[in-house]
């Protein structure tokens, strides 16, 4: 199925010139794939350090990156804090993963001690640690089944009060080496530390994303699109692999 142009959807790519590593770039292109086949016309605004954020949002996702990356983009970040956290109290959905995870959150500490502030959209707080975190990974999560990706990291990640995990390890080591969660989710709005990238392997968070986005738009939200049999393969494959 099409898009229709009367049904649009602008999903924001945030940062992908300093925040697309280990596939991330892949979660627009999937999510893009997925609302079309939903009945929806998406279009793509990306929005690097000193650029616009266009005048309609309906869906922003964000990736990981180097420390080089978090830090150029850090500063530009808090310029548009309040635009963002706008954004995520009315309700737009949002993806978050690893670098700018850590800082929708409240602080990301490295590991020499600076400190990037973060833009409190996420109630949890970063430091770094001497472990790395790194290999394939499974969750359970109440709303959206089996989630199945890929960690590469070694922030230890705290959730606060005001944010929930978005899965319990039941494969990995998850937000840090410690307490079983993996991300974190504050309204409508989803950090990860799972790579792979996350959407093409877990169509039902592609969906939530997707149906919110339509629901706070249009309206409504009618499911038309079924998951495909190569990503049923692609998931049982990731989850026979080793760490």
Avoid: W
């Avoid at 959730?159 to 969660?181: A, E």
């Amino acid at each position: 199925m099409t898009g229709n142009p009367s049904s649009e959807l602008v999903i924001v790519s945030l940062y992908p010139r300093d925040m697309n590593i280990y596939g991330d770039r892949g979660n627009v292109l999937s999510l893009v794939r997925r609302a079309r086949a939903h009945g929806f016309a998406p279009r793509i605004v990306e929005v690097n350090p000193g650029d616009p954020m266009p005048d309609r949002v309906d869906i922003v996702i964000g990736g990981g990156g180097q420390d080089s990356g978090q830090g150029r983009v850090a500063d530009d970040l808090q310029h548009r804090a309040d635009e963002l956290r706008d954004l995520a109290t009315s309700g737009v959905p949002m993806l978050m993963i690893c670098g700018l995870f850590q800082l929708f959150g409240h602080r990301f500490v490295t590991q020499t001690g600076s400190e990037l502030k973060g833009i409190g959209v996420l109630d949890v707080e970063t430091r770094g640690g001497d472990e790395r975190m790194i290999g394939n990974i499974v969750l359970h999560s109440d709303e959206f089944g089996e989630i199945i990706g890929y960690e590469n990291h070694s922030g230890n990640t705290k959730l606060g009060p005001g944010s929930q995990p978005l899965g319990r390890v039941l494969q990995g080591s998850g937000n840090n080496p410690d307490d079983g969660t993996e991300g974190a989710r504050t309204g409508n709005v989803i950090g990860s530390y799972l790579h792979g990238a996350l959407l093409p392997k877990n169509p039902a968070i592609s969906d939530f994303l997707i149906g919110t986005a339509a629901e706070r738009r249009y309206g409504s939200f009618a499911p038309s699109a079924a998951m495909p049999e190569s990503v049923e393969r692609a998931r049982a494959s990731a989850k026979r692999r080793p760490r």
